[in-house]
C-alpha cells in the first residue's frame, strides 16, 4: 500500500526532529563566521572581496563560475524567486509567467541551452533536485529557502564541481548558501504591496550571540498572498525558516538549518499562437464561474473559444496546485591540524500536496460533461554527504561521499463534478477532491544514489593552477504500479519496472593562468551524466521512461541510455578596481537525448521514450561591470548560443529532418544591462533584457518573437542618526516595478513540452507593468 500523505508528512516532522535533537549546545567566536570551507568556491578559488558589485566572475576559479550577492538578491522585489535574479548572469535565462517567479508551473531556468531539468541545484550542500513542477527528488528554491535569507548564489555555467550532489547536472549547476545568524541580537520586519493586492509580511529574529562558546540562531516567517494578475485565482504561501551555528571548539562548526513551507496557487491558462491570434493574451480559466465553464464542456462556449482550433483546450475552470514540506539538514564542518578539512551533512525532507486540473475531457458518471483530475505526488528522502580536503602545500586534494534514498509516490484520480445547479467546484485549493470514481494509476517510486568523487588542485606556480578529478555516480529506480485503470489509460496497462544509469568515471580537467596581474585565462573540459527523470503515465513534459504503457517500457528497458554530456570552455578574466570583465567560448556534446516518440503501425502506434541522437552546442559569453564613478556601477553582457540537433528523427508518423535545426525555448542572442547608483542613504538601479526569437517546435516552423523588458529598483535608508526612535536602527522605503514600459510578450515556452512541428498550447504570457512598495524596519 502506497503511504498517505499525512504519514509522510508526519515522518518528515520526526526526521526534522531527529536532526535538531542532535545539536549540541555551544560554538566559539573563532568560528562565528563559519569556517573557510563555507566561503571556498567548489574548485578552490575563493569568493572575491568584491561580493557587493552586480556580478562576481569567480577570481581565481578554473572554471566559469559567477555569483550573486545578498544585497544584489535584496534589490528585487521582496520575495523574488532567486533563481529569476540569477538571470542577469551571462548565458542564464530565466522565464516565469508572474513577476516574482513564484508561480512554478512558469517557473523556468536555462543555462547556455540546457533546461532546468539538466541542471544541478543545492541550497548549503543540500540537493535540490531538477526543479521540475512535480519534482520527485527535491523541492523548489523558492519551497527550500526565503529569498531574504539567501546569503549568496553561485553559477557554473559549464559544468558543476564534482563535488555537487546532483544526478541531473548536464550542463552547470546553482549552489546557493544560507545567511548566518547575526552576531547582534536583533531583528528584521518588512511589509510590501503592490499590484494586484500583493501582501508581504517578512519577519526575522536574531539571537545574537548568547554566549561564551558562541551560539546564536535565527527564526523568520514569510507570508505572502497576491492575485493573478489575468483571471482569477491567488497565489499564497507560508513560510518558516530557521538556523542554529554552535562553534565547536576553535576551528569547528555545527549548523542546524530548518525549512517549512506551503503554497497554494491557481494556474494561469496555457496558450498557442492560435488561441493568442484568435481570443487575445488576457483569456484565462473559467474560475469561479462554474457555469460557463460547465456549459464549455457541453460545447455551449461564451468567449469566441469556437473560432480556435481546440475549444476545448481553452476552457477549464481552474488548475490549482497545493504544496507542503518540510527539510531540515545538519552539517559540521572542522579543521583537523591546519590541513585536513572535513565537513559533513545529514539531512531529511518530506513532501506532500496534490495539484488539481478541471478536464472537459473526461466526464462524470453523474453526467456531468467534466470532472477533476487530481495528481497526488509525495517525497520521502534521506540523505548524507561527506568531504575531507587535505592541504599539502602545493596538491589540495579533496575527496567525499554522498548517499541519497528517496520514496516518491504518484498517483492520478478522477473526481466528480457537480451537476449545474446542484452546487460548483469552488476553490479546489481549499480541499482535496472527494470520493474519486477512477484512479488512472498509482505508482512508488524507490530510488538509491551513490556518488563518490576525488579531485587534486595543484597550485604549480604562483600564477598557474590546475585542477583534476572524477566522480562515480550509480543511481537506480525501481518502479511499483500499486494501482491502474486502464479505461482511463487510453486502454493500456501502464509501464513498471527498474532501471540504473551508472558511470564509473565521470572526469573534470580544469586549468587558470594569472598571465598578468589581474588578467587570467581558464579552461575546463568535463564529462556528465544524467539520470533518468521519474514522473507517472502521460506525463511527457519530463521525458520520463516511465509515461510509457507496459509494452513500450519493456521494449526499452534493456536499451535506454542515460543521457550524457561533454562540456568544454575557456576564457578569459579582467579583475580590475574600475573594470570586471569577462570572456568565455564553450562547446557542448550532448548525447544520448530522450524523447517521446511514437513508433508502430500509424493505425495503433506505440507511445515512449527513446535515445534519439545528439546536440551540438557553440557559444560565446561576453560581460563587464564598469566603475563610472564612486557609487556609479554600469553592468554588459552578450552571449550567444547555437545549440542543433545532430540527428533526424522517425516515428510512425515518418521522418522528421530535424538535423541541424535549433533547440526550443532557448534564445540564440540575449543582451543584459545594469546601471547602479549608490549615495549616501539613496540607492537606485534600472535593468534591461533583451531576448531575442525563440523557437516552439523542433522542426523550428514556430516560433515567438523576441523582446525587451526594463525593470526600476529605488531604495531610501534612515539610519538611527536620523531617526532617534528608541530600538529601530534603521528604516528602509524601497520601490520596485517590474516590465516598466509595459511590454506584451510571451514568456515561458514548452512548460508542457513541444510539438515536433507547428505549435500547440505550450507557452504562458508575461505578466504586464507591476509595482511594488515596501517599508523594512531593523531593530
Not at 482569477?232 to 517549512?260: E, I, M
Not at 527523470?533 to 509494452?551: E, H, I, L, M, R
Amino acid at each position: 500500500m502506497p503511504c498517505s500523505r499525512l504519514g509522510l508528512l508526519r515522518h518528515a516532522l520526526l526526521t526534522s526532529a531527529c536532526l535538531a535533537g542532535g545539536a549540541p549546545y555551544a560554538r566559539g567566536e573563532a568560528a562565528a563566521a563559519g569556517t573557510a570551507a563555507d566561503h571556498k568556491i567548489a574548485d578552490g578559488g575563493e569568493q572575491p572581496a568584491g561580493s557587493e558589485q552586480v556580478n562576481v566572475f569567480g577570481q581565481g576559479s578554473t572554471r566559469q563560475l559567477t555569483s550573486v550577492s545578498s544585497k544584489i538578491i535584496g534589490q528585487a522585489a521582496p520575495g523574488t524567486n532567486p533563481l529569476k535574479v540569477l538571470d542577469r548572469l551571462p548565458g542564464v535565462y530565466f522565464q516565469s509567467a508572474d513577476p516574482y517567479g513564484a508561480y512554478e508551473w512558469s517557473a523556468n531556468l536555462y543555462i547556455r541551452g540546457f533546461a532546468q531539468s539538466q541542471l544541478g541545484f543545492t541550497l548549503d550542500d543540500i540537493p535540490l533536485g531538477d526543479q521540475q513542477f512535480d519534482n520527485y527528488d527535491g523541492l523548489s528554491i523558492t519551497r527550500a529557502i526565503i529569498s531574504d535569507n539567501v546569503a549568496r548564489a553561485n553559477v557554473s555555467q559549464g559544468a558543476g564541481s564534482v563535488a555537487i550532489a546532483s544526478t541531473s547536472n548536464l550542463g552547470g549547476a546553482v549552489q546557493l548558501y544560507s545567511d548566518d545568524p547575526k552576531d547582534r541580537r536583533g531583528g528584521h520586519l518588512e511589509q510590501t504591496f503592490g499590484s494586484n493586492d500583493t501582501f508581504r509580511t517578512f519577519l526575522r529574529l536574531d539571537s545574537g550571540v548568547l554566549n561564551r562558546t558562541g551560539t546564536k540562531f535565527f527564526v523568520s516567517y514569510q507570508h505572502t498572498d497576491l492575485d493573478k494578475w489575468k483571471g482569477s485565482g491567488y497565489n499564497l504561501s507560508d513560510q518558516v525558516n530557521a538556523k542554529l551555528v554552535q562553534p565547536v571548539g576553535t576551528t569547528g562548526s555545527l549548523k542546524l538549518y530548518f525549512d517549512w513551507s506551503a503554497i497554494r496557487q491557481f494556474d494561469y491558462q496555457d496558450l498557442s499562437l492560435n488561441y493568442l491570434q484568435t481570443l487575445g493574451s488576457h483569456v484565462d480559466n473559467y474560475y469561479p464561474n462554474y457555469a460557463a465553464a460547465y456549459r464549455a464542456a457541453q460545447g455551449i462556449f461564451t468567449r469566441n473559444e469556437q473560432l480556435t482550433n481546440d475549444p476545448l483546450d481553452v476552457s477549464y475552470y481552474s488548475g490549482t496546485a497545493r504544496r507542503q514540506d518540510i527539510l531540515s539538514g545538519l552539517t559540521y564542518d572542522t579543521l583537523i591540524g591546519d590541513v585536513l578539512d572535513w565537513k559533513s551533512t545529514i539531512y531529511g525532507h518530506g513532501n506532500s500536496g496534490y495539484s488539481t486540473w478541471a478536464t472537459p475531457y473526461t466526464p462524470s458518471p453523474n453526467g456531468a460533461p467534466l470532472s477533476v483530475r487530481t495528481q497526488s505526488p509525495s517525497i520521502e528522502r534521506y540523505g548524507a554527504l561527506s568531504s575531507a580536503s587535505l592541504d599539502l602545500g602545493r596538491h589540495t586534494i579533496e575527496a567525499g561521499l554522498w548517499y541519497e534514498y528517496v520514496q516518491t509516490g504518484q498517483a492520478r484520480y478522477f473526481s466528480q463534478a457537480p451537476l449545474l445547479g446542484q452546487g460548483t467546484l469552488g476553490d479546489l485549493n481549499d480541499h482535496t477532491p472527494r470520493d474519486p470514481f477512477a484512479q488512472a494509476w498509482g505508482y512508488l517510486f524507490d530510488t538509491n544514489t551513490v556518488q563518490v568523487h576525488i579531485q587534486d588542485t595543484w597550485r604549480v606556480t604562483d600564477t598557474l593552477k590546475l585542477n583534476a578529478g572524477f566522480r562515480s555516480l550509480v543511481t537506480r529506480t525501481a518502479s511499483n504500479v500499486y494501482a491502474q485503470n486502464p479505461a482511463f489509460n487510453g486502454g493500456n496497462l501502464v509501464g513498471s519496472g527498474a532501471l540504473t544509469a551508472s558511470d564509473g568515471f565521470l572526469p573534470q580537467f580544469s586549468a587558470n593562468w594569472r598571465f598578468l596581474p589581474r588578467h587570467e585565462l581558464f579552461a575546463d573540459i568535463s564529462h556528465n551524466m544524467r539520470g533518468f527523470p521519474v514522473d507517472g503515465y502521460g506525463t511527457n513534459s519530463s521525458n520520463t521512461p516511465w509515461s510509457a504503457n507496459a509494452a513500450a517500457f519493456n521494449r526499452i528497458r534493456d536499451t535506454l541510455k542515460p543521457e550524457t554530456s561533454w562540456v568544454y570552455e575557456g576564457g578569459y578574466r579582467l579583475t580590475t578596481r574600475p573594470v570586471t570583465a569577462l570572456l568565455s567560448v564553450y562547446h557542448v556534446d550532448f548525447s544520448n537525448r530522450l524523447q517521446t516518440i511514437s513508433f508502430g503501425p500509424i493505425i495503433n502506434p506505440t507511445t515512449a521514450v527513446q535515445n534519439v541522437g545528439g546536440v551540438t552546442t557553440n557559444g560565446v559569453e561576453g560581460s563587464a561591470t564598469i566603475t563610472l564613478l564612486r557609487g556609479v556601477s554600469f553592468f554588459n553582457s552578450v552571449s550567444y548560443n547555437r545549440s542543433t540537433f545532430d540527428d533526424s528523427l522517425t516515428t510512425s508518423a515518418g521522418e522528421y529532418h530535424l538535423r541541424g535545426k535549433s533547440v526550443p525555448n532557448y534564445p540564440t542572442l540575449m543582451y543584459k544591462t545594469s546601471l547602479s547608483v549608490e549615495r549616501g542613504p539613496y540607492e537606485a538601479h534600472i535593468d534591461g533584457d533583451y531576448v531575442s526569437h525563440r523557437y516552439l517546435s523542433y522542426l523550428n516552423d514556430a516560433s515567438v518573437p523576441g523582446y525587451f523588458i526594463a525593470s526600476l529598483g529605488a531604495r531610501y535608508t534612515l539610519g538611527r542618526d536620523v531617526l532617534h526612535l528608541g530600538p529601530m536602527r534603521k528604516v528602509t522605503f524601497q520601490l520596485n516595478a517590474y516590465n516598466l514600459f509595459n511590454k506584451r510578450y510571451i514568456a515561458t515556452t514548452g512548460e508542457v513540452g513541444n510539438s515536433l512541428s507547428g505549435d500547440y498550447q505550450s507557452f504562458l504570457i508575461g505578466a504586464p507593468r507591476q509595482f511594488f512598495g515596501t517599508v523594512g524596519v531593523d531593530f
